[in-house]
């Protein structure tokens, strides 16, 4: 191997997706349509007609840890992400349990959606053609399906993901329009950001289910060695997917609820929760609009499951490469140049969770999805979290030319808020689950434990395999089209991980532990 391709992963198709493409794969995972046709009449029923000023909220939430976060994405190269930022910032013990929480969460975020894939394509059937169809071999076809998505290049994956979310927001849009161009049940009102209708017993409970709605908006960072020029289409992704997601959220919900009128959704969301956004379309669309919208929904389930089954490919070719995984998991195929053996690892691992549920008798979706997607839910929040501690830290730690605004104010900022949110969704989570209090405990339990295991693993790799240790979340040598970063508009015009007098990485191991 020449030496201009020594540094590169072994076959990863490298300046390939654009802004567009990446922000196709985070805003796919979140599953809009999904989430605003399943989980939003649920809001309105707790938060009242105040529920899209959550949405709002949220995002900008978001929006502020996504400051700090694509500033640190300029200065970190590695290819773990969310792990490395942890690592790099908070040391690599703590690294090395995010990791672990890593995987868990982003697996727990899609193997529970092939229980909703099951119910939901089972539903539609029904709906449509009056077909009752077992929702397992659904599920196990997933999989199957998901599978070769993810063994496909990361430009196929992107083309698909594409088509599938301009189908989505498309008939969420047609909603909208249909509504608005008719002056809904009453008139056009404001009335859902008056402070008297947001501010109410309920936003705590909205603000939790808000929250949950941008799962997957953060791995924008796991595609960097397959973005071009990731200093600039990293950031603009990131922002592009919570700003998009946060205002279609709260207009979808917005214009939903003058479908209905502010008097009467609330009773109308409480009376048929399942089908508010269907009974909506079917009135200012038509019929032909609800057929559509139940397709779609499947649709959507399944572009979510790509893109989470593509980031977790992402992570598991990222930790074999740091020899945390078996070194197989970093193969990557000689044409399509995809992670192909990680894919087919997480494939069999969600077969496997599939099929043990299944042979139990539990329901796909109020035990497939509800429990295996929570724990998954709050490792990524905890991540998040995590990692706007680490950016302080960070920045606190190495030279640099960033201003405070990036550096400190906005994730201390965002450290705080993603607490509290961390907070409402493991407080709110019986609203998640619908489950008994032993079986929330043991969910909300799952993410502490993965970190306490992760932080006796970095133990055991310092005294069992210390080179394995040393080079963990290490930085890739300065060559190539990152020598450009950090983006000329900041602050900085020299990256931080190589000022003039500094190593070649901005930590040494010895720092960073």
Not at 120 to 146: E, F, K, R, S
Not at 200 to 227: D, H, K, M, N, W
Not at 289 to 317: C, E, K, P
Request: overall charge neutral.
């Amino acid at each position: 191997m020449s030496s201009s391709t020594s540094d590169e992963p072994p076959g990863l198709r490298t300046g390939t997706l654009t802004t567009a493409d990446i922000s196709f794969f985070v805003v796919s995972a979140a599953a809009p349509l999904t989430v605003m046709a399943g989980v939003a009449p649920i809001a309105l029923v707790l938060g009242g007609i105040g529920a899209p000023a959550g949405y709002l909220l949220a995002g900008l939430t978001l929006a502020v840890f996504a400051v700090g976060f694509t500033t640190m994405s300029r200065h970190v190269r590695s290819a773990g992400a969310f792990y490395a930022y942890i690592a790099q910032g908070l040391g690599k013990p703590l690294g090395i349990a995010a990791a672990l929480v890593a995987m868990v969460g982003y697996n727990g975020m899609e193997i529970g959606v092939y229980g909703l894939l099951g119910s939901a394509t089972a539903d539609t059937a029904h709906a449509l053609w009056g077909v009752d169809l077992p929702w397992l071999p659904i599920a196990l076809a997933g999989l199957l399906l998901i599978w070769y998505g993810g063994y496909r290049s990361i430009d196929f994956g992107a083309k698909v993901l594409g088509v599938l979310l301009v189908a989505e927001t498309g008939i969420l849009v047609l909603l909208a329009a249909g509504v608005l161009l008719k002056g809904g049940a009453h008139g056009i009102s404001l009335g859902s950001f008056a402070p008297g209708n947001v501010f109410v017993p309920g936003t705590a409970a909205v603000l939790a289910f808000a929250f949950s709605a941008f799962t997957g908006f953060e791995s924008t960072v796991i595609y960097r060695r397959e973005a071009r020029d990731p200093a600039r289409t990293i950031p603009r992704a990131t922002y592009i997917a919570v700003g998009f997601l946060g205002l279609f959220y709260a207009f979808v919900v917005w214009t939903v609820i003058q479908a209905f009128g502010d008097d009467k959704v609330v009773e109308a969301a409480a009376g048929d929760t399942g089908g508010l956004f269907f009974t909506a379309i079917t009135t200012y669309v038509g019929g032909w609009a609800a057929d559509l919208m139940h397709l779609f929904i499947v649709t959507s389930i399944i572009a979510s499951l790509l893109a989470f089954h593509n980031a977790i490919n992402r992570y598991g070719l990222a930790l074999a490469e740091e020899g945390v995984l078996p070194a197989a998991l970093g193969r990557v195929h000689p044409r399509h140049r995809s992670p192909y053996l990680a894919g087919a690892a997480q494939t069999v691992l969600g077969a496997v969770i599939v099929l043990g549920f299944a042979a139990a008798g539990a329901d796909p979706y109020t035990q497939l999805l509800l429990w295996v997607n929570t724990p998954g839910m709050l490792g990524l929040m905890a991540l998040m979290l995590l990692a706007a501690l680490a950016v302080i830290r960070y920045f606190r730690r190495v030279p640099h030319r960033e201003g405070a605004l990036r550096t400190l104010v906005a994730p201390v900022t965002a450290a705080v808020l993603l607490a509290v949110a961390l907070w409402l969704v493991a407080s709110k989570v019986a609203l998640f689950t619908g489950a008994s209090t032993t079986v929330n405990t043991v969910l909300v339990a799952v993410v502490p434990a993965v970190l306490v295991l992760g932080l006796l693993l970095a133990h055991r790799l310092r005294r069992n395999r210390p080179e394995v240790y040393a080079r963990f979340a290490a930085e890739p040598p300065t060559e190539g089209a990152d020598l450009q970063c950090p983006h000329p508009t900041s602050s900085s015009s020299t990256p931080a991980s190589a000022p003039p007098t500094s190593p070649g990485t901005p930590l040494s191991p010895s720092t960073t532990d």
